[in-house]
Every structure is written in C-alpha cells, then in structure tokens.
C-alpha cells in the first residue's frame, strides 16, 4: 500500500472514531472573554510556565494559510480570539485534509494552549480541532461590515457578526435593563408581571392592535399599557412594585417609534409625584454610571451631564423660554392661544381647551430643545386623566415628563385615587375622542378596584429603547432593538 492510500486509510479511520468532529458533543470550559480578562496582562513566559489549556468554539472570520501554520480568528458576541494551528501539533493528515477546508463563517471549536505572539497577541496553540456547523452563506467583507442598514434590521444576525457596533449597542442594552432591576431590587421594589392580553386597552392613550380568542368569542387587545393592572396590585396591598416588558401601539414607525417597545413602569404607595421625580434621577444616575463609568455621555454634539440635579421647570415657563415673543399670561387667553396656534401651523380641534393647546404648542415649540436631563412639571390636567390634581392649582396635574436628548423618556405623576372623578375622566375621555365605552378607555372593572381604596401613590413609565438609543448615541430606534417591526419584503 502507497503513501497516499496509508493517508487516506488513515484520515477515514480518524473521522470515523472521532465523531464528535461533526457532533453536538462539544463543550467549551471558558469564554473568550474569560481568558481575555485573565491573561491579557500576562507575558509569554509566564503562560508557557502555567501550560494553561482552553476549550472554546466560535465562528471563523478570518483565515491566514502560510504554508504548514496557520492563524484563524474565531468570534462570539463577546469577542474574537487569535487559533495558532501548525501541521506538527496536529495528528497526521488532519492539517491538510481537514483543517485546510474550514471556510470563513464556518463554526469550530479547539483545544490548545495559551500563549502570545511576538506581537503580543494573546492567541491559543492548537491540539485538537473539532468541526461543528458547515455555513453555506459567506459573510459580508470583513473590513467594511455589513452596511447594508436593512439588511442589518431584517438579518440581525448577520448584522451581530459583522458589526462590532452593533454588538456594543445589545450588550449595553442588556447591561441597562439588568442594571435598572438591580437597581429597583436594592430598593426593596418587588418585580411583578401583568397581563399583556386585555379585555379593554387602558393606561394610555392610543390605538390599540386587536386580536380575538376564538374559544370565547370576543375580541382582546395588546395592551398600550400596564399601568391599571399594576395599580391594582397597590389596591391588593402591595406597596413598591415594578415590571419591565413590552407594551404594543397600533401606530406610526419613525426613528422615534416601534409598535412594540420595551417600558419599565413602577408604583410606589404613601408617596407623590415629587418623590417619583427623586426616584428616576437616582436610578437614571446610578444606572449610567456603573454602566459607563462616567457621568457624562457623548451624544452627536452634545453632552448630556449626570453629574448634576436635573433640571425642573414647568411646562408653560419653557414655552416662554423658547418662544420669546409668548408672554406667560398669553398661555392662559383662549383667544391669544388661537392667535398663536395659528402663527404656528397647529389646527385647534373644537374640542381642545387651554390645557391641550399649552401641550400642543410645548410639543412642536420646546420639546426638541431639552437636550439636558430635564422634568417639565406643571401638566394641564386637561392632558392628565389618570393623574391626581394639584392641590394649589386645579388647573394643573401633579405630573411630569421627563426628557433627555430633546425626546420624552419618562413620565410620573401622582395617581388619581378617588373613584367617582376618575370615572367622571374616563367618560369625558371617551366623549372628546368619539369613541364607545366598549371599545376604550372606560375600565369598569378598575373602577371598582378604586372603590376599594387605592392608597396615595405615585407611579413612572420609562421608555427603554428610547433611553437605550440616547446612551448608545444611536439615530434610529431600530438600532436598539434586535427584531423591529418593518414591512415585509415585496
């Protein structure tokens, strides 16, 4: 028998005892991350003298052939780490004839040993090499990435391979929504789940996407909302509560919006709308911090300062702010604010009082300039129908947002807990908006809740993506969340 056909023999005997080269068996012993965090700092003398061994699988993006050594890069989402695979390390035959047909994109796992190159590159001396998953697509160029934002949103995965960025922006994500928990746990805040499915679509505002149970025969809706759900529990006797989860909006998608989006929102009894604007800035500073490890974040050409106590002004001085030819008295004339309106594109609604033509205007003429970490106080109660009154001017709604960037990230207030007014708002709600007492708003069934007694609380919605894209300096919504909503391709 020749050469050749004893090496044949030889690598068909090989495969056929090792399986798992082509099995699910596999298992790694560390991360590449981990081995990073160790021995980054560590020379080569001193990983040769501990002989430290690995087991660790990634995907391949890059692949140097010189001859019989060979550099190969493999990747995970935390990371890249350098394979030093020679001929002489490896059982006869498997260098050529198995090693050589890894392709880029291709998944593998190895055993070897640490070490560094001259370059001081901390790399892993291969002695074992296992073939795990075959791609049979090449991946984008590796040096520009995949630009392609598209294709970037509708193959996210592709996307994670490709763009280090985009890797960066997710794991801060993630970072931030266990940060937030952490947060909310140290402060005693007990973590609950709502439904997502409703009977009737409340908490807020908007058009809700309808569905329908075919066993009872009725129509249910995503909810816009927890918040009358999770305002029940403060009835039931719980007294710090929070959930973060997704909430669903039967509407536009801009940069600004996703139908489904993620919220945390949390209720606090025997407290008001100020101790909620104490609570936002104490987790949004403690949570950027440790994230970042700075209280200033680069964002375009702006720096949005933690470091600080927020800004607090009421919604009608900074209309005044930025308008200077609006005087404050202004704001409170039905027929200047029509004049003004007017001079400003904004169609007034036969049904729009004081309250909602102040916010109309604060939305088109302010809102876009609050670049700093700022709570605008002072709602009109008009705008406010599951808010408590302000006890010196009934006008107003003890409520605020809360805005970073020039876009609303959060919103408080303290909760409406007299059963009879907040039915009384529900049904004016529903009487301006045209819609029918089944179809919206009007909950029967919190109603009664109420009636039982919901202790003075205070309550805060904070939107995550939104939060997640200022910190991230991100353009477009979709940049944070993994799967957007998009229309389907033609």
Request: hydrophobic residues 35%; glycine residues 4%.
């Amino acid at each position: 028998m020749n050469k050749e056909n004893k090496l044949n023999n030889f690598n068909s005997e090989f495969i056929k005892k090792n399986k798992i080269l082509f099995s699910n068996n596999f298992r790694c012993n560390t991360t590449f991350y981990e081995l990073h965090k160790k021995y980054d700092n560590f020379s080569n003398e001193k990983l040769n003298y501990l002989s430290i061994k690995a087991k660790i699988a990634g995907r391949i993006i890059t692949k140097r052939i010189m001859g019989k050594a060979s550099f190969v890069t493999i990747q995970d989402i935390n990371g890249k780490i350098q394979l030093y695979i020679t001929e002489n390390n490896l059982p006869l035959g498997i260098y050529s004839n198995f090693f050589k047909k890894w392709n880029i994109s291709d998944i593998v796992g190895v055993h070897g040993i640490l070490f560094k190159t001259k370059t001081g590159e901390l790399s892993l001396k291969c002695y074992k090499l296992f073939f795990i998953k075959k791609s049979k697509k090449k991946l984008p160029d590796k040096y520009h990435g995949l630009i392609n934002q598209e294709i970037c949103y509708r193959q996210r995965y592709l996307d994670l391979i490709s763009n280090n960025k985009s890797r960066k922006i997710f794991k801060i994500r993630f970072k931030l929504i266990q940060e937030i928990r952490n947060f909310m746990i140290k402060k005693k805040f007990i973590e609950v789940e709502t439904p997502m499915i409703h009977n009737i679509p409340g908490g807020a505002s908007a058009r809700p996407f309808i569905t329908h149970h075919n066993t009872l025969n009725i129509d249910l809706y995503l909810r816009i909302a927890p918040e009358l759900y999770l305002k029940r529990l403060l009835i039931g006797g719980f007294t710090k509560i929070f959930e973060i989860n997704r909430s669903f909006r039967n509407e536009g998608i801009s940069l600004k919006h996703n139908p489904e989006f993620t919220m945390m929102e949390a209720y606090v009894s025997y407290s008001n709308y100020n101790d909620a604007m104490n609570l936002i800035q104490n987790l949004l500073k403690k949570v950027v911090k440790k994230i970042f490890n700075t209280n200033f974040i680069k964002n375009k050409n702006e720096i949005f300062d933690f470091s600080k106590p927020f800004k607090k002004i009421s919604m009608q001085k900074s209309i005044c702010l930025y308008n200077k030819n609006i005087k404050l008295n202004d704001l409170f004339s039905l027929k200047k604010l029509k004049i003004i309106s007017k001079s400003l594109d904004i169609n007034i609604q036969k049904n729009w009082g004081l309250g909602k033509i102040q916010t109309e205007i604060f939305e088109k003429t302010v809102e876009n300039n609050l670049i700093q970490p700022t709570f605008i106080v002072d709602y009109p109660l008009e705008v406010s129908p599951l808010a408590k009154k302000n006890d010196k001017n009934e006008f107003f709604a003890e409520r605020f947002e809360f805005f970073l960037g020039g876009q609303e990230i959060g919103n408080g207030f303290s909760e409406l807990n007299d059963a009879d007014e907040q039915k009384y708002r529900f049904k004016e709600q529903i009487i301006k908006k045209n819609f029918t007492e089944n179809y919206f708003l009007y909950d029967k069934d919190y109603i009664t809740a109420l009636e039982y007694g919901l202790p003075p609380s205070s309550g805060i919605g904070i939107g995550i993506d939104r939060l997640i894209m200022l910190l991230t300096n991100s353009n477009n919504i979709r940049d944070v969340i993994l799967f957007p909503t998009l229309k389907p391709n033609s």
